[in-house]
């Protein structure tokens, strides 16, 4: 299944240069939504992983469909003013400005195994927020898997730094 | 499995008299979580569904599980700005002023046979808003799934009146 082949690509959003990577046609085609979430699942079965954290919100979608397919729960990690109940905060830099990424602070077990999800990493900085809330809950992050990566941006060097696994099932080139 | 039990309520938010069904809860729960995305796939298999629409964004976690379980894709039902293609819009009224809920044009085919889903039904503007964005797309929507109903809220009769089914596994007495 040629992945790569379904995610639409719209040039210049949200800005001039900018190669939007738009994975909405990946979902919306069932063979490749199917596939995409049995293969970013696959290392993990039998793996005794108790939750699936999903970053809002187009994480929440592979997230949600990976933790059914492996049996596991769902954690949302949410932009600020989302969460009703007590939160870590993590702030993460962005080009202009710093925005937040937030946890319940009951979202995990100590020493629970946890699979992080996003579509896309560019340059990490959110998910290098999910997995310094998931371990302050006390989880062991056992991985990050994204549909996309963004190889030049340097975010899955940024995760493995932090002593991570990172998937990524395709790879585009530039921004 | 009893899912209403494992649904925290959070008194007074966002707001004083506001008891707010917590649904994170319960999607943190593996048993929880897999019965309430089975349930809600059970009438739909071998239904020749083609799509499960979610709303943005807690509508995103279910309905991503919803319909790799049934084999169909997932459309993200968005809030504005989120979306990177050309979109429908619906705007729908809140309690103070109105929201808008997006879909790309091309989000569904002519007669596709489409299942909304959201965590949670309360007035209905939102799922209504959704309704219309995927009718105007040439979707045939065959129902709107909901984990959580608010019933003296009337939304779910705002849907009926549409002419969908709908179904939620759990109810709440108030707001």
New interface residues.
């Given amino acids: 299944m040629d992945l790569k082949g379904v995610i ?1 690509t ?1 040039p210049d ?2 800005k001039p240069g900018i190669m ?1 990577r ?1 994975v ?1 046609t990946l ?4 063979e490749a ?2 596939s995409a ?1 049995r293969r970013i699942a696959a290392p993990w079965r039998g793996q005794g992983l ?2 699936v954290a ?1 970053i ?3 994480g ?6 990976v ?3 492996l ?6 990690l ?1 932009k600020p003013g ?4 007590e939160t870590f905060e993590e702030s993460y830099e962005l080009e202009y400005g710093t925005d937040a990424l937030h946890m ?1 602070v009951d ?1 995990v077990y100590e020493g629970e195994k946890v699979l992080l999800i996003d579509d896309l990493i560019a340059t990490g900085g959110t998910a290098e927020a999910g997995v310094k809330l998931l371990r302050r809950g006390g989880a062991d992050v056992v991985a990050a898997a994204f549909l996309v990566d963004l190889p030049e941006l340097g975010g899955a060097d940024r995760l493995r730094a932090l002593g991570l696994d990172v998937q990524a099932l395709v790879a585009f080139e530039g921004h």
Same sequence: chains 1, 2.
């Fill in positions: 639409r719209i959003y949200p939007f738009d909405s979902f919306g085609d069932k939504f199917a979430v108790g939750k999903g809002d919100a187009r929440f979608i592979l997230g949600g469909a933790a059914y397919d049996g596991a729960a769902f954690l949302p949410r989302k969460l009703p109940f319940h979202g």
